[in-house]
Nanobody, 120 residues
C-alpha cells in the first residue's frame, strides 16, 4: 500500500520560512521522480518543484531562488524548504511520486496535502 504523507504546513507571516516534508512508504523511493505541487482556492494545481530519480531539479519561475527541493533516498523522504514566503504562496501543497515503467502504465501517487497560509 502506497502512502505519501505531507507535514510541516502552517501559518506564517510574509517573509517567513517553512519546511515541508513528505514521508513515503510502499514504493521504491529512489526510482521515483518526485514533485511538490500546490493548489490555491479557485486555481488549478500547479507544479512548484520537481526532482528526478537522478536528482535533476526544476522549479516554477515564481519560486526560483526562494524554494529548495531535496530528497533523502536513505529515509524515503522528500522536502521543500520555503523561504521569503509571500501571500501568493498560500495554497494546499501536495507531494507527488511519478514514474513510467517501460511498456506499462505510469505510476502516479499523491499525498493528502498540507495547508500553507502566508498572512499577517
Amino acid at each position: 500500500q502506497v502512502q505519501l504523507v505531507e507535514s510541516g504546513g502552517g501559518l506564517v507571516q510574509p517573509g517567513g520560512s517553512l519546511r515541508l516534508s513528505c514521508a513515503t512508504s510502499g514504493i521504491i523511493f529512489s526510482i521515483y521522480n518526485m514533485g511538490w505541487f500546490r493548489q490555491a482556492p479557485g486555481k488549478q494545481r500547479e507544479l512548484v518543484a520537481s526532482i528526478t530519480s537522478g536528482s535533476v531539479i526544476n522549479y516554477a519561475n515564481s519560486v526560483k531562488g526562494r524554494f529548495t527541493i531535496s530528497r533523502d533516498n536513505s529515509k524515503n523522504t522528500l522536502a521543500l524548504q520555503m523561504n521569503s514566503l509571500k501571500p501568493e504562496d498560500t495554497a494546499v501543497y501536495y507531494c507527488n511520486a511519478y514514474r513510467t515503467p517501460l511498456g506499462r502504465p505510469p505510476n502516479d501517487y499523491w499525498g493528502q496535502g498540507t495547508q500553507v497560509t502566508v498572512s499577517t
